[in-house]
Structure formats: C-alpha cells, structure tokens
C-alpha cells in the first residue's frame, strides 16, 4: 500500500525541477516537447510545476524533463517536435473503472433508480449485444477519452478480445478484464481468466489484464475464493464491483451477516491485487478489514453516476487514504455517467469530498490532480511504469491550453486544471511516446465513420419486447 495522502507543500514548485536532470545521452530523440509547464511529483508525492520546461523521449519512456535551461538534445528526421508555450504538460489521466462498449446506451435509461435502471433497459438491452456493437462501442468510448486526456483506462465488459483490439489499434494503454456472474457456472470463471492470459502484456505491452467477476451480489463465494486463488496463481489483478451504494451494503448484511467488503476478506480477495469499484457503500466497520488486507487494495470512484442515482454516500476518499489505499478517479460507463470525461470527475471529486466532509481545505486542488495522476496509475496496478513525468515512465503525456478566457488569470495553476479547465482544453494526447492526438485531430480513430455505422445497428440493439434479460438486480 502507499503512503496516507501528504499535506501540500509550498516548497515543491521551486525544488521539482533540481531533481529532475537530463541523464546526458546524445542519441537522437523521438520527441521533444519544449517551452511547457510540466506537473511533476516529488520523492514525497506531492505536485509540483517546471516553468519553461523540455521533456525529451527516446524509446517510450520519458528521459528527461528539465527547467528553463539550454538543452541540447540532437534530433534525427524520425525527431516529432512540438512547441507547447501556454499549455500544461500532465501525466494522461487514467479512467480507473469504465465499461467502454456501453457509450451505445449514453441516455438510454435517465431519471430512473438504479434497479429500474439495470433490469428495465441495461441487462435486457445487453442480452442483444453482438461482437460489432462492442467494437463500434468501444472505437467510441476511445475516441471520446483521447480526446479528454485518458491516456489508460480500465474495463470489465464481455467479448474483451474485441476490446483488445480495438485498444491496440488505438494507441491507447488499457486494463481489461472479462467480466463474468456465477449463472454462467465455471465456464464463466475460466472465460475470464482465459482471456487474461492470452492478452496480458500485448500491444507492446500496453494491455494488461484482469479478473473481473462481476459483484458479490452476482457471484457466490465459491466462485469468489476460486478467482481469489487464480489470481495468486497467475499474478492477476482482481477488478470488481463492490460496496457500490449503502443499500447493497444494508441488504448483505441483513441476507449474510456480512457487508461486502467483509465478503471479499473472507473469500481472500482482499489479499490479492485488488480494484474495487465504488466503494460508496464502505462502512465503518470495514474499515479494519480493508486495514488488515495484504494484498495491493485500491478503490476507483466515479461521483458523476452517484449524483445521477440519488445515492445517499459517496466513496469515503479520506478514510481510505489515511489506510495507505489509493483512490484512482473513474467515469464508470456511460450508460450510467453519460460521459467518459475523466476531468469532470476530477473536478467533482474535489467538490463532492469538500461537501460530504464539511470541509473546505479538504481534497484539495493539488490532492484532486495526485489523485488523478499517480494515484489512478497505482490503482490500476501501473503505478510504476504511467501516473508521472519523470525519467524512466512510459511516456503518456497530455498537453492542455490553459490560454482561453475561461483559464485567465492563472493564480494558482493547480486550481485552474482542477477547476477552470475542462477536457477540451487537452490539445495533444500521447501514449508510449506516440502522437495519437495533436491539436485537437484524432489520428488513430474516425467518429463519423463509427458513428454513422452504429447509428445504423442501433433498432436492433436497443429492442426489448423479446423479455430477456442477461441477470437479476436484485440487492
């Protein structure tokens, strides 16, 4: 686990930039980006900002990120170069918990409670789905959070293969898992872990995967403790949905006896790798049971939705950082969010926090941006590798205007990301060292080509009057 949120340090904006020298390599660069403001993080964890700065990558992974100094670093014809003067170079912000291929439902189910929501149109639409709607869903949802500055997300849907392609033809960086419910029996289990296995480490190495059993409410303990054990086997991830409101928590514990977290202690989930999604239906008598886990235990929370289903709680962020667990930022899908904008949820975050806790100097600017950065890379089991700008990263980087009216002044730059600045303002998105965006043109995906072809499927997908459904919300 990490270390509890730290305190804001004045001090770091000045000192950052020390710590940060280029190794001295004279081999030429694939990318230099010049005149920025980079966000950096410190050996304490906390944010700071380079004025004036270079960031130089060779091979991926981030070599340098220097101040306002005179860098010399020899070019090649391959050399991408780009001017960022007025713009924030960041860490790609990570969707920690989504359902990609479910941007075909955006609006599809509004003003409803979340059972009526589930059983009235999600599952019986779902039980439609066929191979080209998860495709053109997830070119979509890629499409939507290049453009907003998510460089990585994490998903648990069905037919992953296809969302592993789609992925990989992106250019994004994904953590996918194959979700499954105990009504499918083993073969469900062995689906998932099947497709974790064939895909882990693929698209040079940008897709990692997962478990992904679908809730406790929807998967028995048997087949819990069984994915519990699979993932020690095989050094998976777990990803799953749990705690997701207090009427979940209230019904297991009036059915078992049990809440759901203490669901997952006892089936040994909580000493794995483990992403909860969530998490708003956490209590305090979980609290010592997520204290005792051994495993690497994150949380990923998405307020948009929550504010949307009326739920009375929202994830307990202070009390989970002060146990060492991160809190990654998520969208969840947009079925249920009617976005994949990671930056809203940023910014809600922070609102959301200062309200529930009564307290103004609580989640601060600064804490909402770690949150978004380094946090959510560690939530989704990469927080070594993306989540900041330092020598050694893969190189996910966003560059964002913060030239427009609605940015202007910038007294506190921190504030202005968090609070001023929205997802438009991204101007290039890069993963790996790859352009896959540059002011604002896609280079990877085509929306209208997607578009108009799941315009075309959609009377067919959104039918219901066949009676169907894929499962039972019932909590």
Request: glycine share 8%; with cysteine.
């Amino acid at each position: 686990m990490t270390s509890p949120e730290p305190t804001p340090d004045a001090t770091a904006d000045s000192s950052a930039g020390d710590r940060l020298q280029p190794p001295g390599t004279k081999s030429p660069a694939d990318l230099i980006i010049t005149r920025c403001t980079a966000l950096v993080h410190d050996d304490q964890e906390q944010i700071g900002f380079v004025e004036d700065a270079t960031i130089v990558v060779r091979g991926g992974r981030i070599e340098s990120v220097t101040g306002p100094v005179d860098v010399d670093v020899p070019a090649a014809e391959h050399t991408v170069r780009i001017d960022a003067q007025g713009q924030v170079a960041m860490p790609g912000l990570v969707n920690c918990h989504t359902h990609a291929p479910m941007v075909t439902l955006r609006g599809i189910a509004e003003d409803l409670p979340i059972e009526e929501w589930f059983n009235d149109f999600v599952w019986p639409i779902e039980s439609n789905l066929q191979e080209k709607d998860v495709e053109l869903g997830a070119r979509l949802a890629c499409a939507e959070m290049i453009r907003g500055g998510v460089t990585c997300f994490a998903d648990h849907y069905f037919s992953m293969d296809t969302v592993a392609a789609v992925t990989a033809e992106s250019g994004m960086r994904a953590n996918l898992g194959q979700a499954f419910f105990s009504s499918q029996g083993a073969e469900g289990r062995e689906q998932s872990l099947d497709f974790a296995l064939r895909n882990r480490d693929t698209a040079d190495g940008r897709i990692t995967t997962s478990l992904a059993p679908h809730a406790p409410y929807t998967v028995e303990d048997a087949d819990l403790a069984a994915t519990a054990q699979l993932a020690k086997e095989h050094g998976l991830l777990v990803h799953i949905h749990a705690s997701e409101n207090r009427d979940q928590a209230d019904t297991s514990l009036a059915r078992h006896g049990r809440t759901p977290i203490e669901v997952l202690a006892d089936a040994g989930l909580l000493d794995t790798d483990l992403l909860i999604a969530h998490g708003t239906g956490i209590m305090e008598r979980d609290l010592p049971v997520l204290a005792r886990a051994t495993g690497r235990i994150a949380v990923a929370g998405a307020p948009r939705g929550y504010l949307k289903f009326a739920w009375p709680t929202t994830t307990p962020v202070r009390a989970l950082r002060e146990l060492g667990i991160p809190v990654g930022l998520a969208t969840d899908g947009a079925a249920s969010n009617s976005s994949l904008d990671v930056w809203e949820s940023m910014a809600l975050t922070a609102l959301v926090q200062k309200f529930t806790e009564g307290d103004p100097r609580w989640l601060t600017s600064r804490q909402a941006l770690h949150h978004a950065t380094l946090q959510s890379a560690q939530a989704v089991g990469l927080g070594e590798e993306i989540g900041s700008l330092a020598p050694g990263r893969r190189a996910d980087i966003i560059l964002v205007d913060v030239s427009g009216p609605h940015t202007q002044p910038v007294h506190d730059l921190a504030a202005t990301l968090v609070h001023s600045a929205r997802s438009g303002d991204v101007r290039t998105t890069i993963v790996d060292g790859r352009v896959i965006m540059r002011d604002r043109e896609l280079l990877t995906l085509d929306v209208p080509a997607i578009v108009g072809e799941m315009n075309e499927r959609m009377p067919a997908l959104i039918d219901r009057s066949h009676g169907k459904r894929i499962q039972d919300y019932d909590t």
